[in-house]
């Protein structure tokens, strides 16, 4: 079965404490691996695709890599505006073009 | 340019009673997805329209939920007879096509409350 976990499931930093989320998948096949960030009462915004192991990509303070069973999300010298929950979805192989989608985590970034 | 627009935002509805969701995806956008996304969750697929077509299904949880896009742009999600378990963020997502290259656009969401 498709599987996605992400972790941890809440993280808090200081303003400028770097660090990293993960995403940890199962799937029989991957077509590509998404990362969305959500604010509260608000729809995912799109931030990453990543096709296959060993890609990266990066945006502002943000940087996600890929392998074969897991993503990363790093957040260099986060700012309290990086504050929101964070989700990882993928699109398996044998699927229409549904994302099956981790349950997140929340990131609180402190002044 | 807009967005993918959804109404209401907010419905509260009694158990029982029949709803719909609607959706507007973004000009152009020729696939349009419905995922559900409870408290602390990740989203969850719902169905997923090419054009008018129902390309996928298969994440609709029973025979009460139903959806349409007659003209292949604006979607509406059907609840019959609502059940608490309903209760939920009812989002909307569109793309430029079906395929991984292409971007999903999330809605606002409705905010579902059965009572």
């Known amino acids: 079965e498709d599987q996605v976990t992400q972790s941890p499931e809440a993280l808090r930093l200081q303003e400028g404490e770097s660090s990293s989320l993960n995403c940890s998948y199962t799937?029989?096949?991957?077509?590509?691996l998404f990362w969305y960030r959500q604010d509260p009462g608000k729809g995912p915004e799109f931030l990453f695709t990543?096709?296959?192991a060993g890609e990266e990509k990066e945006k502002e303070r943000l940087k996600a890599t890929l392998t074969k069973k897991e993503s990363f999300l790093h957040i260099t010298a986060p700012k309290p505006e990086d504050s929101a929950t964070y989700l990882c979805?993928?699109?398996?192989?044998?699927?229409?073009?549904?994302?099956?989608f981790g349950s997140g985590t929340r990131l609180l970034v402190r002044p | 340019g807009a967005g993918v627009s959804q109404t209401p935002s907010n419905k509260v509805t009694e158990k029982g009673k029949y709803v719909e969701l609607r959706c507007d995806p973004i000009?152009?956008?020729?696939?349009l997805y419905w995922y559900r996304q409870s408290l602390g969750q990740g989203p969850e697929f719902l169905i997923y329209?090419?054009?008018?077509?129902?390309?996928?299904d298969s994440g609709l949880p029973n025979d009460r939920f139903f959806a349409v896009r007659p003209e292949g742009s604006v979607s509406t999600l059907k609840i019959q007879r609502t059940e608490r378990g309903d209760s939920a963020v009812y989002l909307c997502?569109?793309?430029?096509?079906?395929?991984?290259?292409?971007?999903?656009?999330f809605g606002p969401g409705t905010r579902l409350t059965v009572t």
């Open positions: 990543l096709y296959s």
């Open positions: 979805a993928v699109h398996p192989m044998d699927s229409s073009y549904k994302l099956i």
């Open positions: 799937v029989s096949g991957l077509r590509g």
């Open positions: 329209f090419q054009g008018t077509g129902a390309a996928d």
């Open positions: 997502a569109s793309s430029l096509g079906g395929g991984t290259s292409y971007e999903q656009y």
């Open positions: 000009s152009g956008h020729t696939a």
